[in-house]
């Protein structure tokens, strides 16, 4: 069991920059695929970025490819998501999950099997 707990969400003028953290709770971090997803009002969830148990690959929704990226340190059982270039409809509640022992990247909302509280980024133009 783990447990994950995100920050780092505000507001921020188009343009701008925040950096989301996930800090997870529990054993076995290191061996979980984790992923950040985002739902605006009246959206579904949709994917956003994924990165493997080691970190050595990533993978991004192609509406902030080249503007966001994810990264982890194992040794700090945290997850992060640098957001660079941000813009109005990026405003969301992120979330970040976890899939336990996924050999690489999971892109599917469905294979996560935990999910923090969701942090709310919202995007002035």
């Known amino acids: 069991q783990v447990q994950l707990v995100e920050s780092g969400g505000g507001l921020v003028q188009a343009g701008g920059s925040l950096r989301l953290s996930c800090a997870a709770s529990?054993?076995?971090?290191?061996?979980?695929?984790m992923g950040w997803f985002r739902q605006a009002p009246g959206k579904e969830r949709e994917f956003v970025a994924a990165?493997?148990?080691?970190?050595?690959?990533?993978h991004y929704a192609d509406s902030v490819k080249g503007r966001f990226t994810i990264s982890r340190d194992n040794a700090k059982n945290t997850v992060y998501l640098q957001m660079n270039s941000l813009k109005p409809e990026d405003t969301a509640v992120y979330y970040c999950?976890?899939?336990?022992?996924?050999?690489?990247?999971?892109?599917?909302?469905?294979?996560?099997?935990?999910w923090g509280q969701g942090t709310q980024v919202t995007v002035s133009s």
């Open positions: 529990g054993r076995n971090f290191r061996t979980y695929a």
């Open positions: 999950a976890g899939d336990p022992g996924a050999a690489g990247i999971v892109l599917n909302v469905g294979l996560y099997d935990y």
């Open positions: 990165i493997n148990w080691s970190g050595g690959t990533t």
